[in-house]
T-cell receptor, first 113, second 114 residues
Framework: KNQVEQSPQSLIILEGKNCTLQ??????????LRWYKQDTGRGPVSLTI?????NTKSNGRYTATLDADTKQSSLHITASQLSDSASYIC????????????FGKGTKLSVKP | DGGITQSPKYLFRKEGQNVTLSCEQN?????MYWYRQDPGQGLRLIYY???????QKGDIAEGYSVSREKKESFPLTVTSAQKNPTAFYLC?????????????FGPGTRLTVL
């Protein structure tokens, strides 16, 4: 069964600190993996999309890694800001799926001053 | 929110009533999607459409209906047959229906059944 598991469920960090969010998936055959940021009560916004051949992609203070062999991805946030408080969702697409995405439940990040 | 609008932002419905959620995009995208989000759950696909006058059921289509009469519009009707309609509904679009295309999401509609 195609699944995406994220950890931790929630995380509290102090402003300025770094953090890493984890994503494990069992989707096969794999096409690509995305990380989205979702502010409370808003729609998700794409941070990165990685294909099989990419193992690192950055978007400002966000860096995603992908290990397609172990089917794991991580999202590293550097020098966190209060505005980083949000849910971060890992999403995987299977090859031939015609846009049907498999969503993780998200990690809720709270950045405190 | 990338040129996708959803209305209304909040919607209240009495049990037994049908209600229609609006989704409009000005991105000239062919593909559009409707998702449902419940607390602590991942997004689940309700319906999707890859072209005008064509749409397909997603994983949880029961109790919902859609239409795609115009490229820019993909309204979702939540019918009285949907047993637990209270949720956050998200509309998305992508250039074409393909696994590698980024999906752009609207701001969402929160539906509450009273």
């Amino acid at each position: 069964k195609n699944q995406v598991e994220q950890s931790p469920q929630s995380l509290i960090i102090l402003e300025g600190k770094n953090c890493t969010l984890q994503c494990n998936y069992t989707v096969s055959p794999f096409s690509n993996l995305r990380w989205y940021k979702q502010d409370t009560g808003r729609g998700p916004v794409s941070l990165t999309i990685m294909t099989f051949s990419e193992n690192t992609k950055s978007n400002g203070r966000y860096t995603a890694t992908l290990d397609a062999d172990t089917k794991q991805s991580s999202l590293h946030i550097t020098a966190s800001q209060l505005s980083d408080s949000a849910s971060y969702i890992c999403v995987v697409s299977a090859r031939g799926s015609q846009g049907n995405l498999i969503f993780g439940k998200g990690t809720k990040l709270s950045v405190k001053p | 929110d990338g040129g996708i609008t959803q209305s209304p932002k909040y919607l209240f419905r009495k049990e037994g009533q049908n209600v229609t959620l609006s989704c409009e995009q000005n991105l000239n995208h062919d593909a559009m999607y409707w998702y449902r989000q419940d607390p602590g759950q991942g997004l689940r696909l309700i319906y999707y459409s890859q072209i005008v006058n064509d749409f397909q059921k997603g994983d949880i289509a029961e109790g919902y209906s859609v239409s795609r009469e115009k490229k820019e519009s993909f309204p979702l009707t939540v019918t009285s047959a949907q047993k637990n309609p209270t949720a956050f509904y998200l509309c998305a679009s992508s250039p074409v229906l393909a696994e590698y295309n980024e999906q752009f999401f609207g701001p969402g509609t929160r539906l509450t059944v009273l």
